[in-house]
C-alpha cells in the first residue's frame, strides 16, 4: 500500500529574508506570546541550535497520544469564523501545555506564581456562579425541592461553594502531579477516596470507627450535608414522628443516613467548603512556587527522513516546548 498515499510531511520556513542588528552594550526587547518560539529564536543566533535535527519532547507525544489528540497534532485551533479542533479537545491543549510554558517562564524570572495562580482562581468564581446558578435553576423545581425562594439560593450557595471547593482541590492535585498521568492517578485516588468516606455511598455510622476520621476530612461530606439539611429542615418535612428522639420526619431521615440534624450546620458547611477553597487555592499557589519543574525528558533526534539516530537529555529550559522545521 507505499505510495497510495500522499506525505503530509512538508517543510516550512519559520524565518526568511529577515536582517537586522543587534549592537553592544545595548538593551534589546524580545516580544511575543508563550511558546512562540523567542527561545529557540535566541539559541539560534548564538549558534546553540543544531540546523539537522529537530528536538521533539517525548513527554508531550506521548499526552498527546493519551488524551487522543494525535490526530489532530497539525490541526490549528481555529476561532468562529475558521474551523478547527473541537471544544474538547481545545479543553485538554490547553491543560497540556499550561503548565510547562508557566515552568519555563518562571525558570526565567518572567512569571511569578501568584501573577499565573490567582488570576486562575478569581475569574473561576463568576464561572462557577454562572454555571451553578443554571443547573440549579433548570433542576431544583422541576426535581421537586422546598419551594420556599429562600431554599432556592440557600441551595445555589451549596453548589457553587462545592464547585469552587471542587476546582480548588483539582488545581492543587495538577500542580503536585506536574505530569498529567501522576494528576489523573492522583485525581482519581482523591475522588475515589472523598466519595467513599463522604457518607454517600457508606453512612457516617456505618464507617469503622478508626475510620471515621476519614468521614470528616472528606470535603463532599460538608456538601452534601448542606443540600440535605436545606431540604429536609423544611416545613414541608415537619410533621411530627412521635419518637422522642427525632422529633420530625425531616430529621429522622436526616439522622438515618448519618446527616446533622440542626439548621446551624447548614451554614457551617458551606463555610468550611469555602474555607477549604481559600486552603486548595493557597497550596496550588505555593506548590506553583516551590515545586520544580517536571524532570528532565529524553527526546528523540531524527534526520529528515524521520529515523531516529540517537538519545539525548533536553535541558529544563526546553521541556514542554518543541523546535522543528517540519511538520509530519
Not at 28 to 49: E, F, H, V, Y
Not at 154 to 182: E, H, P
Not at 321 to 326: G, I, K, L, P
Amino acid at each position: 500500500m507505499a505510495g497510495l498515499s500522499p506525505s503530509k510531511k512538508r517543510t516550512v520556513n519559520i524565518l526568511q529574508d529577515v536582517k537586522g542588528i543587534v549592537k553592544p552594550s545595548r538593551m534589546s526587547l524580545l516580544l511575543g506570546p508563550p511558546g512562540s518560539g523567542k527561545t529557540t529564536l535566541l539559541k539560534a543566533l548564538a549558534g546553540r541550535l543544531d540546523n539537522d535535527i529537530k528536538d521533539t519532547s517525548l513527554i508531550t507525544d506521548n499526552i498527546l497520544k493519551i488524551l487522543k489528540l494525535d490526530s489532530c497534532a497539525d490541526t490549528m485551533v481555529g476561532d468562529d469564523m475558521i474551523r478547527g479542533i473541537s471544544g474538547g479537545e481545545k479543553k485538554r491543549v490547553t491543560t497540556v501545555f499550561r503548565l510547562p510554558v508557566f515552568f519555563k517562564q518562571r525558570s526565567s524570572m518572567l512569571y511569578p506564581a501568584w501573577a499565573f495562580g490567582l488570576p486562575i482562581c478569581l475569574f473561576s468564581i463568576p464561572v462557577s456562579l454562572i454555571e451553578s446558578g443554571i443547573w440549579v435553576t433548570l433542576t431544583y423545581y422541576s426535581i421537586g425541592f422546598a419551594p420556599a425562594a429562600s431554599r432556592f439560593f440557600k441551595q445555589l450557595l451549596a453548589f457553587f461553594s462545592t464547585y469552587q471547593m471542587t476546582l480548588s482541590l483539582y488545581r492543587f492535585i495538577a500542580v503536585v502531579g506536574r505530569k498529567l498521568l501522576v494528576a489523573n492517578i492522583l485525581g482519581f485516588l482523591t475522588m475515589v477516596t472523598v466519595i467513599v468516606l463522604g457518607g454517600f455511598i457508606i453512612t457516617k455510622d456505618d464507617i469503622e470507627l478508626w475510620m471515621r476520621w476519614g468521614y470528616y476530612l472528606s470535603p463532599i461530606m460538608y456538601g452534601q450535608n448542606a443540600i440535605s439539611i436545606n431540604e429536609f429542615l423544611d416545613n414541608r418535612w415537619g410533621n411530627l414522628t412521635g419518637s422522642p428522639h427525632e422529633s420530625t420526619v425531616g430529621k429522622s431521615l436526616l439522622k438515618e443516613r448519618g446527616f446533622f440534624t440542626d439548621e446551624y450546620w447548614y451554614w457551617i458547611c458551606v463555610g468550611v467548603l469555602l474555607g477549604l477553597s481559600l486552603i486548595f487555592n493557597f497550596l496550588f499557589i505555593a506548590a506553583l512556587e516551590f515545586l520544580n519543574a517536571p524532570a528532565d525528558s529524553k527526546a528523540m533526534i531524527a534526520d529528515d527522513d524521520s529515523e531516529i539516530v540517537s538519545t539525548r537529555k533536553l535541558p529544563p529550559s526546553s521541556e514542554g516546548s518543541s523546535s522543528t522545521s517540519e511538520i509530519g
